[in-house]
């Protein structure tokens, strides 16, 4: 059974930093591609960024672009998000995800795993 849980959230003032990480178990971690998404209340979710199986590639919303980040340490199992810059507009739960399309997907009905979510709040 796959497990992801994902931790770090929290209350952050405007301009300051946060980092997800997201735990997997139950499936072979360097086969998937994993994922970040977010859903604010009374929005829809919508794609943060992904990184590769491998990786090597990353791909961002255009939202984060060159504020956060995704990396992953495929010996724990592990992926991360960095958030740096955090806007009052980036207020929302962030979830993690795993497809096995090696590169990865910005939908998010190509995920068939998912975390519970951790809630990121950022105050003007």
């Known amino acids: 059974q796959v497990q992801l849980v994902e931790s770090g959230g929290g209350l952050v003032q405007a301009g300051g930093s946060l980092r997800l990480s997201c735990a997997a178990s139950?499936?072979?971690?360097?086969?998937?591609?994993m994922a970040w998404f977010r859903q604010a209340p009374g929005k829809e979710r919508e794609f943060v960024g992904v990184?590769?199986?491998?990786?090597?590639?990353?791909s961002y919303a255009d939202s984060v672009k060159g504020r956060f980040s995704i990396s992953r340490d495929n010996a724990k199992n592990t992926v991360y998000l960095q958030m740096n810059s955090l806007e009052p507009e980036d207020t929302a739960v962030y979830y993690c995800?795993?497809?096995?399309?090696?590169?990865?997907?910005?939908?998010?009905?190509?995920?068939?795993?998912w975390g519970q979510g951790t809630q990121v709040t950022v105050s003007s």
């Open positions: 139950g499936l072979t971690f360097s086969a998937y591609s």
């Open positions: 990184i590769s199986a491998s990786g090597s590639r990353t």
């Open positions: 995800a795993a497809t096995i399309l090696l590169s990865g997907s910005i939908y998010s009905h190509d995920y068939k795993s």
